[in-house]
């Protein structure tokens, strides 16, 4: 293991290197933990210039009630996990077909086709902008949930396709061949022996579509307009206009466009994390 | 296949093998083609034009071929190349990320307790939105009510009473207001974006470390390789997966950015802080009317930059490819 084993080195060390975990991790948060205490703040102590003192009085339930009673926040939420759950039921579906399409059968189109999937995925989101911005205007689908989930779930399908053909391809063949020498139908081994075997991706995948696209914002500016289908983050945005100063309250609200993404990391920890290195955590 | 077998059969089950590929991959690919890799060809046809985004009566497009112009254009606009300047900038700045990740990583690197709760704590600013992040730093830099604003009062200024009894602050030097700061706003700016940055980078160097041989480190340490020469010699050779993924995805990171600049400056003050990502939008849908054939030549100048990036990562993984 690199660096040493702090239990090999002195007791003074060990010590030093105790005190200097738990320092370092607040001096790290520090943001994080500043707009926490401005969110439980009453409105004096921001008047007042009270921003990193003593709270006067502890007003976590009343601030975060007026988010929701003072503004379209509870529309921005729901409109979010309206965008995100469909986006990650319908991207990671596609890609478990086209990873196995891709990783089992050796066809001549297999690797440009997969490049292409990877190509698209590093794209900028501007050269998609004008070109999605007019099919969906044209199409009905400008300013509606519909119009970004489908948008969402067909340039998260690259990265998905990219991570579950990677999966697939390393899934013992011979299992594989040996069904179909037996005379088992392509998709009968696809549902039955194979989508068993890659539920680690699609957790995986799940966790961290989800956080992408609960955190997306362009998109989100581009595609919606009205309050019938803003998501959080977009939201957000709206509410700082809305609430000029009233820091306590932009403070709760962004907050709590924070905790769906920090729950699920949280619960799925190992998966977000395999998600991430491209399941480079298999060793 | 048995041939004698095959005029009985369908011909879709003779041709079984040939066709489930593409069966499979279908739907994937008409999606991806409808929503990105058509689009990619649409901006840059676009980019010839000059387009308000408008239909007239009969459905048809506004647009007129201008051929060029967008690009000639561009060539003496000084928003344009301001924005790429802050596009190299961001590229330099933000691969401070991946240094930094690995600082933090090799400090984690150990097994006390709670030191899981710790790295995943570490992780915490790469999970939140970035609008969040831009937020919090929005705030963090604002002089009046901001941290730096408070620090700055607690060392320069001193409260003054005057005899109505009204308090007021006069300080020796006024307080930096970094984002107003033609200078400075993008340095605050990237300074916020490293913050989730070195998180991403960080936990790709924690799984690269959990990988390294146990042999070679023991090995080297028998040979009298410790500290700075273990981590140049032994360790970091074999980190280089992990280094890699870490400059793949922050140098698209910085091209990316985006988020951070609409929440902090809108790409001001007086255009300072624009990057392409963001002077592309700002261009295309504006208040005063929208202009898609030049957003669209923006755009392609973009794409073409991360065009060159794009083409290394697939060019190393064909050699991956070709290697197994």
Not at chain 1, 58 to 66: K, S
Not at chain 2, 236 to 262: K, Y
Request: charged letters at 10%; hydrophobic letters at 50%.
């Amino acid at each position: 293991m690199f660096p040493q084993p702090i239990q090999e080195s002195s007791k003074s060390r060990q010590f030093l290197y105790k005190i200097a975990l738990p320092v370092v991790l607040f001096l790290w948060l520090l943001p994080l933990l500043a707009i926490f205490m401005t969110s439980i703040r009453p409105a004096v102590d921001i008047n007042s210039g009270n921003m990193f003192g003593w709270p006067s009085a502890f007003n976590l339930v009343e601030n975060y009630i007026a988010v929701f009673t003072q503004s379209e926040a509870l529309q921005y939420f729901w409109n979010s996990v309206k965008v995100t759950v469909p986006t990650v039921i319908i991207s990671v579906s596609l890609a478990c077909l086209a990873g196995y399409g891709l990783a089992i059968y050796r066809f001549k189109f297999a690797l440009p086709l997969f490049f292409l999937f990877i190509a698209g995925n590093f794209v900028p989101f501007q050269i998609l902008m004008v070109p999605v911005r007019d099919l969906s205007v044209r199409t009905g689908l400008y300013d509606t949930v519909t119009g970004l989930v489908l948008f969402h779930a067909a340039f998260q399908t690259g990265f998905c396709t990219l991570f579950m053909r990677n999966f697939i391809r390393d899934l013992p063949r011979e299992l594989i061949e040996s069904a179909r020498i037996e005379g088992v139908g392509e998709l009968k081994i696809f549902w039955y022996l194979v989508l068993p075997l890659v539920r680690p991706a699609i957790a995986a995948l799940s966790v961290l579509i989800f956080t992408f696209i609960w955190n997306d914002f362009f998109w989100a500016t581009v595609l919606t307009q009205g309050e019938s289908s803003k998501p959080i983050t977009a939201g957000i945005r709206a509410l700082n206009g809305q609430f000029v100063s009233q820091w306590h309250l932009v403070s709760a609200a962004s907050l709590m466009a924070a905790v769906p993404p920090i729950l699920i990391f949280f619960a799925m920890q190992k998966h977000f994390i395999a998600g991430l290195t491209l399941g480079a955590t298999k060793g | 296949m048995n041939a004698a077998n095959g005029s009985q059969r369908s011909w879709f089950q003779r041709n079984r093998i040939t066709l489930a590929p593409w069966l499979f991959v279908a739907p994937a690919l008409l999606f991806f083609s409808v929503y990105v890799i058509i689009p990619i060809f649409q901006s840059i046809t676009i980019s010839f034009y000059e387009w308000n985004g408008l239909y007239n009566a009969q459905g048809e497009s506004t647009a007129t071929w201008v051929g060029l112009q967008n690009y000639e254009k561009l060539l003496d606009d000084e928003r344009f190349f301001v924005s790429l300047k802050n596009n190299v900038i961001w590229l330099v700045f933000y691969m401070l990320a991946v240094p930094a990740g690995l600082a933090i990583a090799l400090f984690l690197n150990q097994t006390v307790t709670g030191i899981r709760i710790y790295k995943s704590l570490f992780f915490f600013p790469f999970v939140i939105s970035q609008v969040v992040v831009g937020l919090i730093f929005g705030w963090f830099y604002n002089p009046d009510f901001g941290v730096i604003g408070s620090v700055w009062k607690a060392a320069f200024c001193e409260e003054v009473i005057n005899i109505v009894g009204n308090v007021s602050t006069r300080c020796t030097h006024s307080p930096p207001d970094i984002l107003a700061d033609e200078t400075w706003a993008t340095y605050g700016i990237i300074f916020a974006g490293l913050w989730p940055q070195i998180a991403y980078c960080m936990i790709l160097y924690l799984t690269g470390l959990n990988n390294v041989s146990p042999d070679q480190i023991e090995a080297a340490r028998l040979d009298g390789a410790r500290g700075w020469r273990m981590l140049r010699h032994v360790i970091l050779p074999q980190l280089a997966p992990a280094t890699f993924l870490a400059i793949v995805v922050t140098v698209i990171g910085a091209l990316r950015s985006f988020d951070m600049i609409a929440i902090m400056t809108r790409g001001g003050p007086y255009g300072s802080t624009n990057v392409l990502a963001y002077y592309m939008y700002e261009t295309a849908i504006s208040e005063y009317g929208d202009r898609y054939g030049y957003g669209s030549a923006i755009a392609t100048v973009l794409f073409l930059i991360m065009l060159v990036y794009i083409s290394y990562f697939l060019w190393r993984m064909y050699q991956d490819e070709r290697g197994r």
